[in-house]
């Protein structure tokens, strides 16, 4: 296809494209000419991650481009990779207290999780318990463990979902599920609290 259909296709302008050409971000298409190149489905599936990582997810195109550079990645293993690419997603200026930073160690060392040590994941999930004992919330074990139960069923079902045939497009299917399939939780999360409350409190009605 022409550029000016693969701008058709993914709602990406002809200069937007143009200029992630320019920066590397996309990779060139096959030249047909001095001024002609011809694009593929590799060059679609990469314009809409890039939107949706810069649309959707919020990232600049510095992280984005830390980001797709462990999508490119191919001298390591594909869990490897897709590790890396989390990180890519998580910002650089987190910090946590080490008594969230052990309690997350010990409840990945609990569920016999296999977790890289390093993994900024750890981090993230850490500042996030240090962020609620600031407002006077202490997530206790019960709930944490609950919310683990969740999570790991969550990711079974995730991961059993990813494209198999095409090491690319498991890594691009990863990044999209991780930097947008938080808000799908997020509102799934508030609709379930909606009912769980209804019952609780004896709601006999829905309002209109």
Known sequence: MWIAELSRRTDVPVATIKYYLREGLLPPG???????????????RRLRLIRALVESG????????GVLAEVDEESRELHE?????HGALIPD???ATPESRLRV????????????????DRLL??????????VGYHLDDELLETYASAATEIADAEVSHLPTDDRQRTVEATVLL????????????RLA??????????????PG
């Open 178 to 189: 991780t930097a947008l399939g938080g808000p799908v939780l997020l509102a799934l999360r």
């Open 30 to 44: 096959e030249a047909v000419g001095a001024t002609r190149s011809r694009y593929d489905e590799a060059h679609v």
């Open 125 to 134: 999930l850490a500042a996030a318990l240090d962020a609620l004992e600031k």
């Open 81 to 85: 990779v897709l590790g890396a690419a």
């Open 93 to 95: 200026d987190l910090v």
């Open 193 to 206: 609290q909606q009912n769980a409350s209804a019952h609780r409190y004896g709601t006999s009605h829905l």
């Open 105 to 120: 160690d010990d409840l990945v060392a609990d569920r016999s999780w296999l977790v890289y040590s390093e993994s900024r």
């Open 58 to 65: 919020g990232l600049s195109l510095a992280r984005v481009r």
